[in-house]
């Protein structure tokens, strides 16, 4: 696990051959940085101190916003033009999607953004390479 400063992490037991959310996240980014493409996280993830924790919020930081961002035009499920793709990684056994998210992600999809739940990077790929066209 990778220490990143003002944030405790809770451990999750997995399985040896399961790969943590974070991982998961971290191979999809490294495939569409190979693609050329545009692309940032959202850091929502983890507990923060409450003084850290304010300074986001008062930032924007929104909890339930999707974790991925692809700032490249592509194709939205309905085959129109997008301009923007999002993405909410989720591990492959198990995770699920909280209230806040699914409130973000109707919000995002009313005003046209493309927004997809993919379970494991894999899955995540696929998303990309249909939205890009990618066979």
Known sequence: MTYVPGIR????KRKSNELSEHDEQVRVVVYLHKLGKLVCSVPNAGKRNPRLG???KDEGLSAGVPDLIIWET???IDGKPAAVLLIEMKV???GSVSDLQTWWHEQLRKRGFRVEVCKGHEAAIQVINDYFGIA
Do not use: D, E, I
């Not at 992490?9 to 999750?12: E, G, L, T």
């Open 9 to 12: 992490r809770k451990a999750v």
């Open 54 to 56: 304010k300074w986001l």
């Open 74 to 76: 592509g194709v939205h």
């Open 92 to 94: 492959r056994a198990g």
